[in-house]
């Protein structure tokens, strides 16, 4: 397994292939509402290939200053349940606290929710997103 904190294009392709595959293809979210990034912003993203096969990523949000927030978790769905998601949170989690912050949020689907309690996240409220109910989650590491 490759972890990877994205900065070659190769790499950041892949980062896109699989949230084609996942958001856009998979549960159907419109492409305008995945791809929300600006043109020419910095983005941080984790990467995770298995044998050179692009299973996995997240973007990671450190533009507040009291947090980092985790965005857009998308794993390949014949590779769910292998333990790439929690390597993600935790490569995630790791670049959170290498930039010297100790806390970290994330907003999640409910369908999700058993999965963010497990890697020791904490619901703090639910607010209604734009076509659905989501669950902003915290954690101090």
Do not use: C, H
């Amino acid at each position: 397994m490759e972890i990877y904190r994205v900065n070659k294009i190769w790499q950041l392709a892949d980062v896109y292939d699989i949230r084609r595959k996942t958001k856009i293809d998979g549960v159907q979210v419109p492409k305008q509402s995945e791809f929300d990034e600006e043109y020419d912003k910095k983005y941080n993203y984790i990467l995770i290939n298995e044998n050179d096969i692009p299973v996995g990523t997240t973007r990671l949000n450190l533009a507040n200053k009291e947090f980092g927030k985790i965005e857009r978790v998308s794993v390949i769905e014949k590779f769910q349940s292998k333990g790439y998601g929690k390597k993600l949170i935790e490569s995630a989690e790791a670049w959170v606290k290498d930039v010297g912050l100790s806390k970290i949020v994330i907003t999640s689907l409910p369908s999700a929710e058993g999965f963010y309690e497990k890697q020791g996240y904490k619901k703090t409220r639910i607010y209604k997103g734009l076509d659905r109910d989501l669950i902003y989650m915290e954690k101090i590491i």
